[in-house]
């Protein structure tokens, strides 16, 4: 029998930001103007009318073929979803697959398809989603989700209407990865996905979308035709003029923002009730990506992780986000509790002083470069980490990310609840005994021997001090009162049908 992997939401806390941010009297004339007009358009209170298409700003480049950012990623979910998908708190719901079972303790996973059509009207077919996702697992350089799926051994079809994905090792926990818009079943030619919604009309590159007729009605004539407000119309622009859009009530959410951007947020103005910030699961830290010099002992590697004061780094970025001094949120499927780092029982003080006598010992001045993208929001998180580094008798540089560097940000939302994707994240490049940790966990045969490796990377992981984090994704949105099922959660995924009303 097929049942719906579908479960109860878990009560989210929603996430509401008192926004103030201190902004130096030197702050650029580009920033002073942007603070000035956003100001000006944001003012009053938030009051917009339920009617027309939801209009959406998505951050970074117009939704295009040839993209793979943010607003590229909500338009392949919304016209190609793939055999599941997320609905609006984060949870599994059914996608082109309507029912679903997952035997073998995780190492066969059996789909049900639905009846669906593709953008052209023919009919989806088996053969076709197998043919699909094959390709997609073959597809090396593909994307980033790739390394996590080695597990699949093959996807065949059993019946005309039921698909079978079968493992080489057991993995109960693929089905948020089966979500992922990298692995939506869409044709690469002439036939586009299969929806929710389909791509109606276009004006400049703002596709506008309209959710797609149930095919199961009884009579084509029982389909109701779409309202506008059901309709979405997807805008993919940069943070500030997505703030200045929503400034001006010419928009309903402006979804995608991440620590870059997150102090025009308090430039704009923007009604608080309306500040939404997603309680994301992922890293946020820096990667040690050279080892050489200062950086080749890991002693002193943890010295540079126990100088941070991470509360007062995040509060004095965002009040409501959360630090965190160690790579796993809980134990997830690892067979023992997070690591802790041995200094997080001391206090700053002796942390830093512990910190600053290793930097004096060195012999010789030590200067690291640090990659992070420049940013309004990440410049002014250099300027946190520079300050601590100084503390501790360090002199850093900032860098561009794609030059060379001796840390470099890393700020990604986990795509599963898998320790496994934590900790092979984190290494760029770790130990040779926490990678063969992490390649043992990848090829181990039972759950048992799996969580028992992923133990045995965590401990080689924090004793090597490959990664120094900080806290968790800073992700946030601005959302209009009319979007009643907007939800925040640790996906930090809001799915383009499921924002208005539950109608789709």
Same mark, same amino acid.
């Given at each position: 029998?097929?049942?719906?992997?579908?479960?109860?939401?878990?009560?989210?806390?929603? *996430?509401? $930001?008192?926004?103030?941010?201190?902004?130096?009297?030197?702050?650029?004339?580009?920033?002073?103007?942007?603070?000035?007009?956003?100001?000006?358009?944001? #003012?009053?209170?938030?009051?917009?009318?339920?009617?027309?298409?939801?209009?959406?700003?998505? =951050?970074?480049?117009?939704?295009?073929?040839? *993209?793979?950012?943010?607003?590229?990623?909500?338009?392949?979910?919304?016209?190609?979803?793939?055999?599941?998908?997320?609905?609006?708190?984060?949870?599994?719901?059914?996608?082109?697959?309507?029912?679903?079972?997952?035997?073998?303790?995780?190492? #066969?996973? =059996?789909?049900?398809?639905?009846?669906?059509?593709?953008?052209?009207?023919?009919?989806?077919?088996?053969?076709?989603?197998?043919?699909?996702?094959? /390709?997609?697992?073959?597809?090396?350089?593909? *994307?980033?989700?790739?390394?996590?799926?080695?597990?699949?051994?093959?996807?065949?079809?059993?019946?005309?209407?039921?698909?079978?994905?079968?493992?080489?090792?057991?993995?109960?926990?693929?089905?948020?990865?089966? !979500?992922?818009?990298?692995?939506?079943?869409?044709?690469?030619?002439?036939?586009?996905?299969?929806?929710?919604?389909?791509?109606?009309?276009?004006?400049?590159?703002?596709? %506008? @979308?309209?959710?797609?007729?149930?095919?199961?009605?009884?009579?084509?004539?029982?389909?109701?035709?779409?309202?506008?407000?059901?309709?979405?119309? %997807?805008?993919?622009?940069?943070?500030?003029?997505?703030?200045?859009?929503?400034?001006?009530?010419?928009?309903?959410?402006?979804?995608?923002?991440?620590?870059?951007?997150?102090?025009?947020?308090?430039?704009?103005?923007?009604?608080?009730?309306?500040?939404?910030?997603?309680?994301?699961?992922?890293?946020?830290?820096?990667?040690?990506?050279?080892?050489?010099?200062?950086?080749?002992?890991?002693?002193?590697?943890?010295?540079?992780?126990?100088?941070?004061?991470?509360?007062?780094?995040?509060?004095?970025?965002?009040?409501?986000?959360?630090?965190?001094?160690?790579?796993?949120?809980?134990?997830?499927?690892?067979?023992?509790?997070?690591?802790?780092?041995?200094?997080? $029982?001391?206090?700053?003080?002796?942390?830093?002083?512990?910190?600053?006598?290793?930097?004096? /010992?060195? /012999?010789?001045?030590?200067?690291?470069?640090?990659?992070?993208?420049?940013?309004?929001?990440?410049?002014?998180?250099?300027?946190?980490?520079?300050?601590?580094?100084?503390?501790?008798?360090?002199?850093?540089?900032?860098?561009?990310?794609?030059?060379?560097?001796?840390?470099?940000?890393?700020?990604?939302?986990?795509?599963?609840?898998?320790?496994?994707?934590? $900790?092979?994240?984190?290494?760029?490049?770790?130990?040779?005994?926490?990678?063969?940790?992490?390649?043992?966990?990848?090829?181990?045969?039972?759950?048992?021997?799996?969580?028992?490796? @992923?133990?045995?990377?965590?401990?080689?992981?924090?004793?090597?001090?490959?990664?120094?984090?900080?806290?968790?994704? $800073?992700?946030?949105? @601005?959302?209009?009162?009319? %979007?009643?099922?907007?939800?925040?959660?640790?996906? !930090?995924? *809001?799915?383009?049908?499921? @924002?208005?009303?539950?109608?789709?």
């Amino acid at each position: 029998m097929f049942f719906s992997r579908k479960g109860k939401d878990r009560a989210l806390p929603k *996430h509401r $930001l008192k926004i103030g941010f201190p902004w130096s009297a030197g702050s650029s004339p580009a920033v002073r103007t942007i603070a000035v007009a956003l100001a000006l358009l944001s #003012s009053g209170c938030e009051r917009r009318r339920d009617s027309g298409p939801v209009i959406v700003s998505a =951050i970074g480049q117009p939704p295009a073929a040839g *993209h793979r950012d943010w607003p590229q990623r909500l338009l392949v979910d919304a016209t190609a979803q793939g055999l599941v998908r997320f609905d609006a708190a984060g949870q599994i719901e059914p996608g082109l697959a309507e029912r679903w079972i997952v035997t073998d303790n995780g190492g #066969s996973y =059996i789909f049900r398809l639905r009846e669906a059509s593709w953008a052209d009207g023919r009919p989806v077919t088996a053969e076709q989603v197998v043919d699909i996702l094959q /390709g997609r697992l073959r597809a090396a350089a593909d *994307h980033a989700l790739l390394p996590f799926l080695t597990a699949i051994d093959e996807v065949v079809v059993m019946t005309p209407q039921v698909i079978e994905v079968r493992l080489a090792r057991p993995r109960p926990d693929l089905l948020k990865l089966f !979500a992922q818009p990298e692995l939506a079943i869409i044709r690469s030619r002439a036939g586009g996905g299969t929806g929710p919604m389909r791509v109606s009309a276009l004006r400049s590159a703002a596709p %506008l @979308l309209r959710p797609i007729p149930d095919p199961t009605r009884a009579e084509p004539e029982d389909s109701p035709t779409p309202t506008p407000e059901e309709e979405v119309r %997807l805008i993919g622009e940069r943070a500030s003029l997505a703030l200045v859009r929503f400034g001006r009530r010419e928009s309903d959410l402006v979804s995608g923002g991440t620590i870059a951007d997150w102090p025009l947020v308090a430039l704009s103005g923007a009604p608080p009730a309306t500040v939404r910030l997603d309680p994301a699961a992922g890293l946020f830290g820096l990667a040690v990506v050279r080892r050489e010099g200062f950086l080749a002992d890991a002693a002193n590697r943890q010295a540079l992780s126990q100088a941070f004061d991470r509360a007062t780094l995040v509060a004095s970025l965002a009040r409501g986000w959360e630090p965190m001094d160690r790579l796993l949120p809980e134990a997830l499927d690892s067979g023992a509790p997070p690591q802790v780092p041995g200094w997080s $029982l001391q206090t700053l003080d002796q942390r830093r002083a512990d910190a600053r006598t290793r930097v004096a /010992g060195w /012999g010789s001045p030590v200067r690291l470069a640090i990659a992070l993208p420049d940013a309004p929001g990440t410049r002014l998180l250099y300027a946190q980490i520079a300050a601590t580094l100084q503390a501790i008798g360090i002199v850093s540089v900032r860098v561009k990310p794609a030059e060379p560097a001796d840390l470099r940000l890393v700020d990604a939302v986990a795509p599963y609840d898998s320790a496994r994707w934590y $900790l092979a994240t984190a290494c760029r490049p770790c130990s040779e005994a926490a990678q063969a940790a992490l390649e043992q966990a990848r090829l181990a045969p039972t759950l048992g021997d799996r969580a028992q490796a @992923l133990a045995a990377a965590d401990i080689a992981m924090n004793q090597d001090a490959a990664f120094i984090p900080l806290a968790r994704p $800073l992700r946030w949105s @601005l959302v209009a009162s009319r %979007l009643r099922q907007w939800q925040p959660n640790a996906r !930090a995924w *809001h799915p383009l049908n499921r @924002l208005r009303a539950d109608t789709n």
